[in-house]
């Protein structure tokens, strides 16, 4: 296993925590929901006997604090955030970096190669819940309002189980947890059996601690989000959509459908479900590497 080095970065309004391992081209790995680097873990440690992979904790989640109190989010400011993590780690123009996202990661992802193009080799959006690509957006609408609504009267366990209720994934994102489907972590592992070790406490502690954060602060600006698709049609940049092979039909997949159609691209089967890089990530980090290494 690669050794892991860490270092914090000053960015506007925030200090991101990010992690380093392995030697060779760079990929980004952008997580979405309540988890932290620590999701990437297992996919980050496959993949560096041939990449330096890089991870991070997204603004307000647990080692990125914000200067100030709680607010909402923007997916544009995210966008500068992995731009400024790029620039930390020595990514430029003339070696560009992998960026892989999942969830709302990926829609990151498609923001940052719209607004810096020159630091994107390829993109792989993983079943970003671009909600309003689909037919039935005004369903979505109504269901964010919902979890929005019980947020500010109820609290965040209320809003969690409104967008449960609505999303009804079979697993990836925490907020599906409460369904009684199969439990995992946030970040799509299983669930440890037994007394959890001290580093996997501290883990679920941090992503305890980011769902008020998540489903009050991210969950209802990050839905009203559209990438600049007429813009990514004609970037350097190869996007590539990605849908998990097991939740076809469910909410993300069907969004990451909608991107690759509107950029005219065929979208490219994963494995797992919405969280397959931390359930399968053997067989997830050997797809991803597939996709990186066919890039021109």
């Known amino acids: 296993m690669a050794a892991t080095k860490t270092d914090m970065l000053r960015v506007p309004g925030a200090t991101l925590y990010y992690e380093v391992r392995g030697s060779g081209p ?23 006997d041939r990449y330096t992979v890089v991870t991070y904790d997204r603004r307000g989640n647990s080692r990125s604090p914000l200067d100030g109190p709680p607010e909402h989010q923007s997916i544009e400011v995210h966008g500068d955030d992995a731009h400024r993590v790029l620039k930390a780690v020595g990514v430029t123009a003339d070696a560009p970096a ?7 990661g ?7 190669a719209v607004r810096h193009p020159a630091q994107v080799r390829l993109l792989v959006a993983h079943e970003p819940p671009l909600f309003d690509l689909l037919p039935d957006r005004d369903h979505w609408r109504a269901v964010v309002q919902e979890v929005e609504d019980a947020f500010l009267k109820e609290g965040a ?6 967008l449960a209720a609505g999303l009804r994934m079979s697993g990836g994102e925490p907020a599906e947890e409460s369904s009684g489907e199969e439990r995992r972590i946030p970040g799509g592992e299983e669930a440890p059996q037994g007394e959890p070790d001290p580093e996997t406490l501290e883990m679920m502690a941090r992503l305890g601690r980011n769902m008020e954060f998540f489903i009050g602060y991210e969950v209802p600006p990050f839905s009203r989000y559209v990438p600049d698709l007429a813009t990514l049609r004609t970037s350097r940049v190869r996007v590539v ?3 998990g ?16 159609e509107r950029l005219g691209t065929t979208p490219v089967p994963f494995p797992g479900d919405h969280g397959g890089f931390g359930a399968l990530p053997e067989t997830f980090a050997a797809k ?6 066919s890039a021109p």
């Open 98 to 104: 992998y960026v892989f996202g999942n969830s709302s």
């Open 241 to 243: 959509a990605a849908m």
């Open 245 to 260: 092979e097991a939740s076809e039909g469910e909410p993300p997949n069907r969004a990451a459908a909608a991107v690759a």
């Open 157 to 162: 366990g209320a809003a969690n189980q409104a």
């Open 288 to 293: 991803l590497h597939e996709v990186m290494a």
């Open 106 to 112: 990926a829609m990151i992802g498609l923001e940052l």
């Open 26 to 48: 760079v990929p980004l790995l952008i997580c979405g929901g309540v988890y932290d680097a620590a999701g990437y873990a297992g996919l980050a440690d496959r993949l560096a």
